[in-house]
């Protein structure tokens, strides 16, 4: 019976075995079929517009008149010996080949060689060829970084959407937040910020030491994983120098910090990963002096206790810890959310019943003039806790029926906030003091809340913006910093040099002003926005939905002026063109709907639609003279058209001869250089030329802005690298005539400011 067993189990083996080598089999031919479908979808797109040229010029290949056409420095002899190869380009492209071919692998690469050779200017992404077009053919071999640099003058946004507890007021009188991976430092009398751009990645969370001028942030991981891995940065916020880096065992994210109270020598840590450890560290040397399991679950706050030097605090989701340090371990004791019989309890209806249940998250914490430890979770709970001991003082149950989000202590008085927006203060007995200030629900949710004084107040929100408010005899408040909640994707020049428009996921379309650092206004459509340009010479901007959809915006009446419902997806890009007549939208239908516009910029007729391309719209431009378009599209093409017919342009004379008003298409000769060997098509989301000036900004997935000279025909093409952004940048414009750069982020919803610097 025994033997029969194990015959069975062998058997089964094998069969697993056999399965699994079926299963690797049918997963390489699955990945085979998807390469060959991709290659037989671009032959197909190749044979459609060889069709279209044939049946529109049926002689033009054999015609000695249109040979003329082109002039006969574009070719070499043999292009001039097979004059039916009209795509062909300049042969300077072969040489641009040629020369960089060392920066290609043979497989897995960017830029695998064509299989032949040609003056046709091809390169090949991800396996797809791409044809460049070239107005010379004298391109170099390789292009030096450009002279000039960016500095970060301005960050616009702060990170209240998903972190807590992250503004403070440093002994230098500055507040002291993050976005994306900036440290700000933003001084509201002056209207001035600083910056520590220590981290690579996300910040997510900041403690200041008790001297006022130290500051700790810990991030998450990044995407290079041996320069971001999780760590903490400790650093001064006199001269913006880094004092310590701890990178131990941290595995996914830092989730809390805190500083000793009395005297800072100690810096306790959270890490977010699977197992959630707290660690203890002599920060100053480097040294661990501690580490355990924290909880199981979610850890939002670490607090020591302001006068107990060993005693210190850990909440989260469903609980409470107490923890003490005895010079080796940390021990831990449970809070217990049952009153005692010396708890007083008060209920928000003005009953004593003291049956509590387990809050679902202990959201913030901090500590009155005693000592005492105040909580405040997601029932709206106040809960007052003895400083020895995991038990009850005071209850005021059901405080705020959103929740009480953050709390913040001023001598004798306490101020709280929530979800609602509704600011309450309460005095040394837990007794409102009859001041209080509500925030529209345009400003969302309070996220963290800090006294500058008695009657002033800094109140950062859940929709990323930060405000002043004062609780005083006259009842005001004031926007210091703000900017959207959700992804931003639409950038633009404003109504004036020195301004931009932005719009974003969130439904907001925003005019920004670049010299005094403001949100001038925002509106709410309703609906996610995904792009947004301004009429070149009217107060009138055409704004893009996550639909099929877009409308006319006046951006000094603020309102729709015009609606249309275009096409059956999204509209991806949107433009005017540069003497304002016409108006082109790129849908993510494969498809450019191209209007032309009249009374004012009030009336837009359809003139057509240019249909050729096989994937959605990524990118546009027009030509200086209104009557082209270049688009790129998700599949890597390149395509012309002439505006008045929406037909596909292929003649190359004329492509080449074409003289654009903008370079944001990212596929093209002059922006060659911005792809680096081994990217994905989809790494790099934008582009923009300063003329005037000869640079070429790119932004990538990896939250990097890539400044090159322009054009940047060649593969070997240095580049100057700026971080701040740690999501993907999303889009990028220059303002000011070409002296500032605004950047745009994905996940990090920040709008940075950058100034263009000639060294």
């Given at each position: 019976?025994?033997?029969?067993?194990?015959?069975?189990?062998?058997?089964?083996?094998?069969?697993?075995?056999?399965?699994?080598?079926?299963?690797?089999?049918?997963?390489?031919?699955?990945?085979?079929?998807?390469?060959?479908?991709?290659?037989?979808?671009?032959?197909?797109?190749?044979?459609?517009?060889?069709?279209?040229?044939?049946?529109?010029?049926?002689?033009?290949?054999?015609?000695?008149?249109?040979?003329?056409?082109?002039?006969?420095?574009?070719?070499?002899?043999?292009?001039?010996?097979?004059?039916?190869?009209?795509?062909?380009?300049?042969?300077?492209?072969?040489?641009?080949?040629?020369?960089?071919?060392?920066?290609r692998?043979?497989?897995?690469?960017?830029?695998?060689?064509?299989?032949?050779?040609?003056?046709?200017?091809?390169?090949?992404?991800?396996?797809?060829?791409?044809?460049?077009?070239?107005?010379?053919?004298?391109l170099?071999?390789?292009?030096?970084?450009?002279?000039?640099?960016?500095?970060?003058?301005?960050?616009?946004?702060?990170?209240?959407?998903?972190?807590?507890?992250?503004?403070?007021?440093?002994?230098?009188?500055?507040?002291?937040?993050?976005?994306?991976?900036?440290?700000?430092?933003?001084?509201p009398?002056?209207?001035?910020?600083?910056?520590?751009?220590?981290?690579?990645d996300?910040?997510?969370?900041?403690?200041?030491?008790?001297?006022?001028?130290?500051?700790?942030?810990?991030q998450?991981?990044?995407?290079?994983?041996?320069?971001?891995?999780?760590?903490?940065r400790?650093?001064?916020?006199?001269?913006?120098?880094?004092?310590?880096?701890?990178?131990?065992?941290?595995?996914?994210?830092?989730?809390c910090?805190?500083?000793?109270?009395?005297?800072?020598?100690?810096?306790?840590v959270?890490?977010?990963?699977?197992?959630?450890?707290?660690?203890?560290?002599?920060?100053?040397?480097?040294?661990?002096?501690?580490?355990?399991?924290?909880?199981?679950?979610?850890?939002?706050?670490?607090?020591?206790h302001?006068?107990?030097?060993?005693?210190?605090?850990?909440?989260?989701?469903?609980?409470?810890?107490?923890?003490?340090?005895?010079?080796?371990?940390?021990?831990?004791?449970?809070?217990?959310?049952?009153?005692?019989?010396?708890?007083?309890?008060?209920?928000?209806?003005?009953?004593?019943?003291?049956?509590?249940?387990r809050?679902?998250f202990?959201?913030?914490m901090?500590?009155?003039?005693?000592?005492?430890?105040?909580?405040?979770?997601?029932?709206?709970?106040?809960?007052?806790?003895?400083?020895?001991?995991?038990?009850?003082?005071?209850?005021?149950?059901?405080?705020?029926?959103?929740?009480?989000?953050?709390?913040n202590?001023?001598?004798?008085c306490?101020?709280?906030?929530g979800?609602?927006?509704?600011?309450?203060?309460?005095?040394s007995?837990?007794?409102?003091?009859?001041?209080?200030?509500?925030?529209?629900?345009?400003?969302?949710?309070?996220?963290?809340i800090?006294?500058?004084?008695n009657?002033?107040?800094?109140?950062?929100?859940?929709?990323?913006?930060?405000?002043?408010?004062?609780?005083?005899?006259?009842?005001?408040?004031?926007?210091?910093?703000?900017?959207h909640?959700?992804?931003?994707?639409?950038?633009s020049?404003?109504?004036?040099?020195?301004?931009?428009?932005?719009?974003?996921?969130?439904?907001?379309?925003?005019?920004w002003d670049?010299?005094?650092?403001?949100?001038?206004?925002?509106?709410?459509?309703?609906?996610?926005?995904?792009?947004?340009?301004?009429?070149?010479?009217?107060?009138?901007?055409?704004?893009?939905?996550?639909?099929?959809?877009?409308?006319?915006?006046?951006?000094?009446?603020?309102?729709?002026?015009?609606v249309?419902?275009?096409?059956?997806?999204?509209?991806?890009?949107?433009?005017?063109?540069?003497n304002?007549?016409?108006?082109?939208?790129?849908?993510?239908?494969?498809?450019i709907?191209?209007?032309?516009v009249?009374?004012?910029?009030?009336?837009?007729?359809?003139?057509?639609k240019?249909?050729?391309?096989?994937?959605?719209?990524?990118?546009l431009?027009?030509?200086?003279?209104?009557?082209?378009?270049m688009?790129?599209?998700?599949?890597?093409?390149?395509?012309?058209?002439?505006?008045?017919?929406?037909?596909?342009?292929?003649?190359?004379?004329?492509?080449r001869?074409?003289?654009?008003?903008?370079?944001?298409?990212?596929?093209?000769?002059?922006?060659?250089g911005?792809?680096?060997?081994?990217?994905?098509?989809?790494?790099?989301n934008?582009?923009?030329?300063a003329?005037?000036?000869?640079?070429?900004?790119?932004?990538?997935?990896f939250g990097k802005?890539?400044?090159?000279?322009?054009?940047?025909?060649?593969l070997?093409?240095?580049?100057k690298?700026?971080?701040?952004?740690?999501?993907?940048?999303t889009?990028?414009?220059?303002?000011?005539?070409?002296?500032?750069?605004?950047?745009?982020?994905?996940?990090?919803?920040?709008?940075?400011?950058?100034?263009?610097?000639?060294?």
């Amino acid at each position: 019976m025994e033997s029969n067993l194990k015959m069975v189990d062998v058997i089964l083996a094998n069969e697993e075995l056999n399965t699994s080598d079926r299963l690797e089999q049918l997963e390489r031919k699955v990945c085979q079929q998807n390469d060959e479908l991709t290659c037989l979808k671009s032959a197909l797109a190749d044979c459609i517009r060889r069709i279209q040229l044939l049946e529109s010029k049926p002689t033009a290949s054999a015609s000695p008149s249109s040979q003329s056409k082109i002039s006969p420095k574009s070719f070499s002899s043999a292009a001039k010996a097979r004059p039916e190869k009209r795509s062909s380009l300049t042969p300077s492209t072969a040489r641009l080949s040629k020369a960089n071919s060392s920066t290609r692998s043979s497989t897995n690469s960017l830029y695998e060689p064509p299989c032949q050779v040609t003056p046709s200017g091809v390169f090949k992404l991800r396996g797809r060829p791409v044809k460049l077009y070239a107005q010379t053919e004298n391109l170099p071999d390789s292009i030096p970084a450009p002279d000039a640099s960016l500095k970060l003058e301005w960050v616009y946004g702060y990170r209240g959407k998903d972190c807590r507890s992250n503004i403070f007021l440093l002994s230098t009188g500055e507040l002291v937040y993050f976005i994306a991976a900036v440290a700000v430092l933003f001084n509201p009398e002056e209207n001035s910020q600083r910056f520590y751009l220590g981290h690579t990645d996300d910040i997510k969370c900041l403690s200041v030491h008790p001297n006022g001028s130290h500051c700790a942030t810990g991030q998450t991981a990044g995407h290079n994983k041996k320069d971001s891995r999780p760590h903490v940065r400790i650093w001064d916020a006199i001269n913006l120098t880094t004092l310590k880096v701890i990178s131990s065992e941290f595995q996914n994210s830092i989730s809390c910090l805190s500083f000793s109270k009395l005297n800072g020598d100690v810096l306790a840590v959270v890490d977010d990963g699977h197992e959630k450890f707290i660690s203890l560290w002599q920060w100053e040397t480097g040294v661990k002096l501690t580490s355990t399991k924290c909880y199981s679950d979610a850890v939002l706050n670490c607090e020591f206790h302001p006068i107990e030097k060993n005693l210190l605090f850990t909440s989260g989701k469903q609980h409470l810890c107490y923890w003490t340090f005895d010079g080796n371990l940390l021990h831990k004791r449970m809070a217990l959310f049952e009153p005692t019989a010396t708890t007083k309890v008060l209920n928000s209806d003005g009953t004593k019943n003291g049956k509590l249940e387990r809050p679902k998250f202990v959201l913030c914490m901090s500590f009155n003039s005693r000592g005492e430890l105040i909580t405040g979770d997601s029932d709206g709970n106040l809960i007052v806790w003895s400083s020895k001991e995991p038990r009850m003082v005071f209850l005021h149950k059901k405080l705020n029926d959103t929740g009480i989000f953050t709390i913040n202590v001023n001598d004798d008085c306490l101020i709280y906030a929530g979800k609602s927006g509704k600011i309450v203060e309460l005095d040394s007995t837990y007794q409102s003091t009859g001041r209080s200030f509500e925030l529209s629900e345009n400003c969302g949710g309070c996220r963290c809340i800090l006294y500058l004084n008695n009657n002033m107040l800094i109140v950062g929100t859940m929709k990323n913006s930060i405000y002043q408010v004062n609780l005083g005899e006259f009842n005001f408040f004031k926007c210091l910093i703000s900017s959207h909640c959700d992804e931003i994707w639409g950038l633009s020049q404003g109504n004036n040099p020195s301004s931009f428009l932005t719009c974003a996921n969130d439904g907001l379309l925003s005019l920004w002003d670049s010299m005094s650092f403001s949100q001038v206004w925002s509106v709410g459509l309703q609906e996610k926005l995904h792009c947004v340009d301004s009429h070149p010479s009217l107060d009138l901007a055409a704004v893009g939905f996550c639909k099929p959809k877009w409308i006319v915006f006046d951006l000094i009446e603020k309102k729709p002026v015009f609606v249309q419902s275009e096409g059956s997806e999204q509209i991806e890009v949107i433009k005017y063109s540069p003497n304002g007549c016409y108006l082109a939208a790129g849908s993510r239908d494969n498809s450019i709907y191209v209007y032309r516009v009249s009374d004012d910029g009030l009336k837009y007729s359809r003139v057509g639609k240019c249909s050729a391309h096989s994937s959605f719209l990524t990118h546009l431009d027009w030509s200086n003279s209104s009557e082209f378009i270049m688009s790129n599209s998700g599949d890597y093409e390149i395509l012309f058209w002439r505006a008045d017919t929406c037909r596909q342009v292929l003649d190359v004379s004329v492509i080449r001869d074409i003289t654009w008003a903008s370079r944001t298409c990212v596929l093209s000769m002059e922006t060659l250089g911005i792809w680096d060997n081994g990217m994905d098509g989809t790494d790099i989301n934008g582009c923009c030329e300063a003329k005037n000036s000869d640079l070429l900004v790119s932004v990538d997935d990896f939250g990097k802005v890539n400044l090159f000279k322009y054009p940047c025909a060649s593969l070997k093409a240095d580049r100057k690298v700026f971080a701040g952004h740690s999501s993907h940048v999303t889009n990028c414009r220059f303002i000011s005539n070409e002296t500032r750069l605004i950047t745009t982020g994905g996940n990090d919803m920040g709008v940075f400011q950058w100034e263009i610097l000639n060294d």
